[in-house]
Every structure is written in structure tokens, then in C-alpha cells.
Nanobody, 115 residues
Framework: QVQLVESGGGLVQAGGSLRLSCAASGSTASINRMAWYRQAPGNQRELVALISDGGDTNYADSVTGRFTISRDNTKNTLYLQMNSLKPVDTAVYYC?????????WGQGTQVTVSS
């Protein structure tokens, strides 16, 4: 099993930046893919960015060019650098990790972007 704890959320003005972190513990050596999702009020949870164990990345069209996903396997930590934030980016951001064929979720961290 894997435990995931997100941090780094908060309130920021439009155009600002935040960096989210997701610390993993447990069977971290077995983690392959990791991802960030987000869920705004009244909306379904959506994929924001994905990174493979080899470092290949994919992004939602809405964040391409503004967000960067990365991982530090020596620290068992996943990151999401968010630049040029917009009010529409306001959501709870969740970390997700895959161990073999099982996916695990963190508890989420709130990001609020004011206009």
C-alpha cells in the first residue's frame, strides 16, 4: 500500500504561482505512474497531469504551458508547479499513484485563485 499527503495549496491572485507537493510513503519502490487530478465544486474530478516512472509527461489541454509535473524518486515526492494561475484553476487538487495495477489517492489540497 501507499499513503499520499499533498501540501502547498492556498489562496493566490490570478497570474500568480503555486507549487504543490505530494509525499508518498509505504511501498514507494513499487510506484510507477503518478498524477495530479483536480475537482472544482459541481464538477467531476479531472486529470491535470501525468508522469510515468520514466519521466514521460502528459497534460490536460487547459494547463499545457502553464503547469509542470515532476517527481523526485529519491524523496518519494511528486510536484506540480503551477504558473499563470487563473480563477478557473480553483479546485481541490489530488495526488494519485499507481502501484502495480492499483491506484491510490491523497486527501487533496485546496487551491483558490482570486480574480
Amino acid at each position: 500500500q501507499v499513503q499520499l499527503v499533498e501540501s502547498g495549496g492556498g489562496l493566490v491572485q490570478a497570474g500568480g504561482s503555486l507549487r504543490l507537493s505530494c509525499a508518498a510513503s509505504g511501498s514507494t519502490a513499487s510506484i510507477n505512474r503518478m498524477a495530479w487530478y483536480r475537482q472544482a465544486p459541481g464538477n467531476q474530478r479531472e486529470l491535470v497531469a501525468l508522469i510515468s516512472d520514466g519521466g514521460d509527461t502528459n497534460y490536460a489541454d487547459s494547463v499545457t504551458g502553464r503547469f509542470t509535473i515532476s517527481r523526485d524518486n529519491t524523496k518519494n515526492t511528486l510536484y506540480l508547479q503551477m504558473n499563470s494561475l487563473k480563477p478557473v484553476d480553483t479546485a481541490v487538487y489530488y495526488c494519485r499513484a499507481r502501484v502495480h495495477f492499483n491506484w491510490y489517492w491523497g486527501q487533496g489540497t485546496q487551491v483558490t485563485v482570486s480574480s
